[in-house]
């Protein structure tokens, strides 16, 4: 089993950045693909962001491309998301997991709120 937490997330204004940050504890994540996925009030999760054990393969949503960068420390069992040039429609609260995603995975999240 793998406990993840999110942290980094707040309050910003449009054009303003954030970083997020997932710790894993339990089983070694390190040979995991993580994904950062994102829930907006009265939407559907969806994917943002993914990166591969080595590092090698990373692969983002359209809707972030350009704006958001996804990098891990597999030393220190954390994935990142470096999030800049916010809108106000990346408000949503922010989770990690693996990709695909494991349902008892899934951490509390970390809000982010963009003000226009």
């Known amino acids: 089993q793998v406990q993840l937490v999110e942290s980094g997330g707040g309050l910003v204004q449009a054009g303003g950045s954030l970083r997020l940050s997932c710790a894993a504890s339990?089983?070694?994540?390190?040979?995991?693909?993580m994904g950062w996925f994102r829930q907006a009030p009265g939407k559907e999760r969806e994917f943002v962001a993914r990166?591969?054990?080595?590092?090698?393969?990373?692969y983002y949503a359209d809707s972030v491309k350009g704006r958001f960068t996804i990098s891990r420390d597999n030393a220190k069992n954390t994935v990142y998301l470096q999030m800049n040039t916010l809108k106000p429609e990346d408000t949503a609260v922010y989770y990690c997991?693996?990709?695909?995603?494991?349902?008892?995975?899934w951490g509390q999240g970390t809000q982010v709120t963009v003000s226009s």
């Open positions: 990166i591969s054990w080595r590092s090698r393969s990373i």
């Open positions: 339990g089983r070694t994540f390190s040979t995991y693909v």
């Open positions: 997991n693996t990709d695909p995603p494991q349902e008892g995975f």
